[in-house]
């Protein structure tokens, strides 16, 4: 079984950065890949980012790419979501997920097996 606590969520203005943490326990890490997910108002959960908790391999949504960042501390049992530039759009309420380390394709949220509650992030123009 494994636990998942989001934080770090907010508002700030367009521009603007923001770091979104997940703290996970339970089960060991190494095997996982651990994914951010993203719901904005009136639309499905949409795949962000995740990372390999073992070899570090990091896997970025287009939307995001060169924007935001993945990374994990092994020793807080922790995943990151540094959000740079941020813009209006990026508003959702933003979710960590745990799931199997072999899993092929990191986007599918359907793969995960377990999720935190969210934490919202509000853009403001």
């Known amino acids: 079984q494994v636990q998942l606590v989001e934080s770090g969520g907010g508002l700030v203005q367009a521009g603007g950065s923001l770091r979104l943490s997940c703290a996970a326990s339970g089960r060991t890490f190494g095997l996982y890949t651990m994914g951010w997910f993203r719901r904005a108002p009136g639309k499905e959960r949409e795949f962000v980012a995740a990372i390999r908790w073992s070899t570090g391999s990091t896997y970025y949504a287009d939307s995001v790419k060169g924007r935001f960042t993945i990374s994990r501390d092994n020793a807080k049992n922790t995943v990151y979501l540094q959000m740079n530039s941020l813009k209006p759009e990026d508003t959702a309420v933003y979710y960590c997920?745990?799931?199997?380390?072999?899993?092929?394709?990191?986007?599918?949220?359907?793969?995960?097996?377990?999720w935190g509650q969210g934490t919202q992030v509000t853009v403001s123009s």
């Open positions: 997920a745990a799931g199997p380390h072999s899993m092929m394709v990191v986007s599918s949220r359907d793969l995960y097996n377990y």
